[in-house]
């Protein structure tokens, strides 16, 4: 099947790519000329693992243009995957969209099957549906497709899905989007067709959810370290219930991105218009913007004053395996403490570039976890790396001015950091050597 993905960003170069994959050819669209004169030479402008591999390996069958109207005119199927970035208000800006749909329109001389790949408000659909019936020269079919990728796994996830969910109304729309997926469920994971507000409301219902559990487990932390309770054990506890899956159950410093913050946002803004108030979901963004500040406080009640005070951190990308610091809690972070007074030396695998563009103060780079170090009063560790797990314990507190370790995402082991004589805070667990958490009256 030949079909075109409109928009060569995180979504849609994926999705184009993971098609071409599996034997379809996929014409991908940009008004960006500089990143399609990169995707033609082979060259990924994002940061996920196994794409640029996997461009090279399906190149045969993959093409890269600014037409937009040839595009139309050779492919029957064409994805729409811009951006839906958040407004004032938290709804989607879906002026990138309609553009598109608009041009669609205008150049479409036989019938089109266009799919909504890009997360949008539901009803987005029906508002199709009804500018097709004024502008469209041919017959022009709305299919709602949501992804749901986690970036870092995006790969895996669109070749191996657990569901692929598609909102249409006709059996032709049916057939054709089966065609296209049904090499990617042979491990018996369905394709669901249901109306497209459905589909359109699914996206948004699994990452509301998933924010909720997050910010779920983030409060009974913070609990937990003024109670002395220890969360691990608690997730432990509660989990083993065969009704609670424990994925997503993992306390830290909040979560970021560019999917939960916006569309848990757009979900309220929805439930608002619709007189439906979105309250538990509002709560759960309420407890995320509180959670990525929860580490700066720690080290501002550590220290009293941290002007002057150097401080490395690990990690700048809002989740590992990804170079995407959009409302990542590492900027938060070092935001607070810039505007504290105290200098941050950070180190990350892959987001240095995108970090220092996106952060509104400035802060210093290292080459490595063990060069941010050197000199500094204490550690944060703010992404959970791999390489930050198992770090030399003995050369982290020769390198620091003071052996002292806030733990973001609760990667070190409390018991040795204690053996090896450091105050160590962490996350929903007892901090050991250092101030107690603990209310007065519970010490």
Known sequence: MKVAVVGTGYVGLVAGVCFADVGHHVVGVDRDENKIKMLKAGQIPIYEPGLEELLEQAKSRLEFTTDLAQAVATCDVLFIAVGTPETADGSADMGPTFAVLDAICKHATAKKFVVLKSTVPVGTAKKARARVAEV?????????????LKEGAAIEDFLRPDRVVIGCETKEAEAIMAELYEPFVKNGHPILFMDNASAEMTKYAANAFLSVKISFINELALLADRLGADINQVRKGFTSDSRINPAFFYPGVGFGG????KDVKALVHTGREAGVPMDVVQAADEVNDRQKLVLFERMRDHFGDLKGKTIAMWGLAFKPRTDDVREAPALYIIEKLVAAGARV?????????????A???????????????????????VTEWNEFRTPDIEAVKKALKNPVVFDGRNVLEPS???????????IGRQSVGARSLLPESAR
């Open 136 to 148: 469209a020269k041919a017959p022009i079919e709305i299919v709602s497709n949501p992804e749901f």
């Open 258 to 261: 560019s999917c939960f913050p």
């Open 345 to 357: 030396v950070a180190y990350d695998p892959v987001a240095h570039e995108t970090a220092t563009a």
């Open 359 to 381: 952060c509104s103060v400035k802060f210093d780079l290292a080459p490595s976890a063990m060069d941010a170090l050197n000199g500094a009063d204490a550690l944060a560790i």
């Open 416 to 426: 040795k950091m204690a053996k090896a004589g450091f105050e160590y805070y962490c």
